[in-house]
C-alpha cells in the first residue's frame, strides 16, 4: 500500500475531529472523500501532509511510519497535496511558484526542472501565464497553480482539498479532464470534495466521513445509493 | 494513437535576468568607480557623511535579508555590531592585531556567537522572537560592560598607533598631502564602500541562488514553502548566521571609524537597528532597492534636519507612520508597482525554446 492510515485520532480538548480513521491508497489509486462541513475532512488531510500530530494510531507512507516526519520531508518523501484556498507565493511569477516546489521537493537543480516545469504549466494550460506574477491570477488559475505546484514535486500520491469548488461548469469539466490526465501518469489521487458529479468522474473508491468517522466506503455508485449516505449527499447539494 | 506524437513537443529553457541588468551592471560599476575616486576632489564632511551612509545602508540590507525575506524580525541586530566593534577593540588593543585583519575574523566570530544565539531565540515565534532578539542583545551589553580591560562600563579608546596603522594611510597622506586624520578618513571611506559593495553582492547572489528562491517563497507564504519542500529552519539558520557574519564585520568597521567604544553606544537600539528598521520600511521591505532608496532618504534627512535636535525624531516618526499607512510597500514599492522597475534582478524566466514537430509519414 502506498498510504495507510490506521486507527487515526485527533481530539482539539473535547472535540474529536477524527475518531479510529481507517483508511489505504494503493499505488496509482484514485480514492475520493465526501462528507459535511465539519465532518474532519481537512483534518485528515492535514495529519497527513501537514503539521499536525495525530492523538493515537499511525500514517504509513510507503511502509514509512510518518510520526515526527517533518513537512519538507513528508513532501520530499513523494506527498504533494493542494489548498482549499489556494496559497500561491503572489510576488513570485507562476513558473518560479513551480521552481520552488520541483527544485526543493526534487532535490534538483533550476536547470534540470525547467523542462517539467514547462510541460507541467502546459498540461495545466498555465504557460500562456507562466512569467505573470502569481498574485496577478483569477481564481481558477489559482486553483491549477495549487495543482501545477504540487505536480511540481513530482509526487506519488496527490491530495486534492475541494479543488472543484467555487467553479462554472466548464471550468469543472476542464479540470476533471486535467485530473484523469494526471492519473494516467501514475499518480493516486485522495480528493476531497462537495462538487460529487465531478468526484465520481474520476475515482475508483469513495469514502464517506461524518463527526471524524468514516460511515461508509466502497464502490462510488453503490455507496451514494445507501440511504445513510443519501441523507448526508443531499445535505451536501442542498 | 498518432495523436500524441503529432502533438508539437516543446523544449523550455530557464534565463535568469534579462540584458536589461548588463546596462544597469555597466551603471552600477560607473557609480562604484565614482564613489572610489571621490575623495580626489570632495571634502571632508562629505566624505564622512558618506562612510554614515555606507555602513547605514549596509546594516540596512543586512536587516531586510532577515526581515523582509527571511521572515526574521529582529530588534536586536545591535548583539552584532556591537559584538563587531568590541572584537575589533579586543584584537586590536590586547592581540596586537592590524585593524583590517581585524574586521573579518570579527566577521567569523560573529557568525559563531550567532550559532548558540539562534538556538535560543529560534524557539521563540512573532512578537516573542522580537523582544527575545533584543533582550539577547542586552545580555550581550551587561556582559561587555564586565570586562574590564576593554573599559568596563566607560569603553574605551583606540591609541592613535592603531588607528593610524591601516596600510594606505601613509600612502594617501603623501599622495593627497593630507593630515593624517583625513587620511584615515579616506582609507576608512574606501573600506566603508568596498563593505557595502560586498553586502549588496552578498545579498544579490544568495537572492539569485536556490536559497533565494526559497526566501521569495517564505516571504510570501511560509506554510506554504515548508509543504513544497523547502526546509524552513535551515535557511533561516542560515540567514541568521550569515547576516550577523556582516552585520559584525559592519560594526568593526563603524568603530575603526569612531575610534572609541562604549557599551551604551555600541548596543544601542536606537542607532543600530531602529534607524534600521526606519530605513528598510520607508525604502520597501523585501526589495534589494528598497533599503538604498530609504537609507538616501534617512541620510539628507540627518544631514539637513537633525539641527532641529527633537523635531527631528519627531519628523523621522511621523514619515515613518505615514509611510506605513500609505505606502505599506514603500517609497520603491509605490514607483516600482507602476513601472516594473528592478535594479537588481533576479527573476527566473520560462522560455520556449522551440516548437520541433515530430514528422510524419512525409
Not at chain 1, 68 to 85: D, E, F, K, N, Y
Not at chain 1, 126 to 144: C, D, Q, V
Not at chain 1, 190 to 208: G, N, S, Y
Not at chain 2, 249 to 275: E, H
Request: overall charge positive; charged content about 15%.
Amino acid at each position: 500500500m502506498l498510504l495507510e492510515v490506521a486507527g487515526l485520532k485527533k481530539s482539539f480538548g473535547s472535540i474529536v475531529v477524527a475518531d479510529d480513521l481507517d483508511l489505504v491508497v494503493a499505488p496509482g489509486e484514485a480514492v475520493g472523500i465526501i462528507g459535511p462541513n465539519g465532518a474532519g475532512k481537512t483534518t485528515l488531510f492535514n495529519l497527513i501532509a501537514g503539521g499536525l500530530t495525530p492523538t493515537a494510531g499511525h500514517i504509513r507512507f510507503d511502509g514509512r511510519d510518518l510520526l515526527g516526519v517533518a513537512l519538507p520531508a513528508r513532501c520530499r518523501a513523494g506527498i504533494g497535496r493542494t489548498h482549499q484556498i489556494p496559497q500561491p507565493f503572489e510576488k513570485l511569477t507562476v513558473f518560479e511558484n513551480l521552481l520552488v516546489g520541483a527544485v526543493y521537493g526534487r532535490h534538483q537543480s533550476e536547470r534540470e526542472v525547467a523542462q517539467s516545469c514547462g510541460e507541467i504549466l502546459e498540461r495545466l494550460g498555465l504557460l500562456r501565464r507562466a512569467n505573470a506574477l502569481a498574485g496577478s491570477l483569477t481564481l481558477l488559475e489559482r486553483k491549477r497553480l495549487e495543482m501545477a505546484r504540487a505536480l511540481a514535486t513530482a509526487p506519488r500520491l496527490l491530495l486534492l482539498d475541494e479543488i472543484a469548488g467555487g467553479l462554472t461548469e466548464g471550468e469543472c469539466t476542464e479540470l476533471v479532464a486535467t485530473i484523469r490526465e494526471i492519473r494516467k501518469t501514475g499518480v493516486a489521487i485522495l480528493w476531497i470534495e462537495h462538487v460529487v458529479h465531478a468526484l465520481l468522474a474520476v475515482i475508483d473508491r469513495l469514502v464517506v466521513l461524518n463527526f471524524g468517522r468514516k460511515i461508509a466506503e466502497g464502490v462510488p455508485k453503490e455507496v451514494m445509493k445507501r440511504p445513510d449516505v443519501y441523507q448526508i449527499y443531499i445535505g451536501i447539494e442542498a | 494513437m498518432d495523436d500524441a506524437a503529432a502533438r508539437p513537443v516543446q523544449t523550455f529553457r530557464i534565463e535568469t535576468a534579462g540584458g536589461a541588468s548588463r546596462i544597469a551592471a555597466s551603471i552600477a560599476l560607473l557609480i562604484v568607480l565614482v564613489l572610489a575616486l571621490l575623495p580626489m576632489f570632495a571634502g571632508r564632511t562629505l566624505i564622512q557623511d558618506l562612510i554614515f551612509l555606507f555602513y547605514m545602508l549596509a546594516l540596512a540590507q543586512c536587516w531586510n535579508l532577515l526581515a523582509g525575506y527571511a521572515g526574521l524580525i529582529s530588534v536586536g541586530q545591535q548583539a552584532f555590531v556591537g559584538l563587531g566593534g568590541y572584537l575589533l577593540f579586543a584584537l586590536t588593543l590586547i592581540g596586537g592585531l592590524n585593524p583590517l585583519l581585524a574586521i573579518p575574523i570579527a566577521g567569523v566570530v560573529s557568525a559563531l556567537f550567532a550559532l548558540p544565539t539562534a538556538l535560543i531565540v529560534f524557539r521563540l515565534r512573532g512578537a516573542y522572537f522580537a523582544i527575545g532578539t533584543w533582550v539577547v542583545a542586552e545580555v550581550y551589553r551587561l556582559v561587555f560592560a564586565q570586562i574590564k580591560p576593554l573599559g568596563g562600563g566607560t569603553g574605551t579608546s583606540l591609541t592613535p598607533t592603531i588607528t593610524s596603522s591601516v596600510p594606505g594611510i601613509e600612502w594617501v597622506k603623501t599622495l593627497l598631502d593630507l593630515r593624517t586624520p583625513a587620511a584615515r578618513d579616506i582609507v576608512s571611506y574606501w573600506v566603508a564602500l568596498a563593505l557595502v559593495v560586498a553586502t549588496l553582492a552578498a545579498v544579490y547572489f544568495i537572492l539569485r541562488s536556490r536559497r533565494g528562491l526559497a526566501l521569495g517563497a517564505i516571504r510570501d507564504h511560509e506554510a506554504a514553502a515548508a509543504g513544497l519542500g523547502v526546509d524552513i529552519y535551515r535557511i533561516k539558520l542560515a540567514v541568521y548566521v550569515a547576516t550577523a557574519a556582516m552585520t559584525g564585520m559592519i560594526g568593526a568597521l563603524i568603530y575603526l571609524q569612531k575610534a572609541r567604544i562604549s557599551p551604551d553606544a555600541a548596543f544601542s537600539v536606537l542607532d543600530w537597528t531602529a534607524y534600521v528598521i526606519f530605513i528598510v520600511v520607508i525604502g520597501g521591505i523585501g526589495t534589494m532597492e528598497g533599503p538604498v532608496v530609504g537609507a538616501i532618504i534617512f541620510y539628507l534627512m540627518q544631514r539637513y534636519l537633525a539641527d532641529f535636535g527633537a523635531y527631528y525624531l519627531i519628523l523621522l516618526g511621523t514619515l515613518g507612520i505615514l509611510v506605513m499607512l500609505f505606502a505599506p510597500k514603500g517609497l520603491w514599492g509605490l514607483v516600482a508597482e507602476r513601472h516594473g522597475l528592478t535594479l537588481f534582478p533576479t527573476r527566473r524566466r520560462l522560455v520556449i525554446e522551440a516548437d520541433k514537430r515530430v514528422q510524419l509519414n512525409p
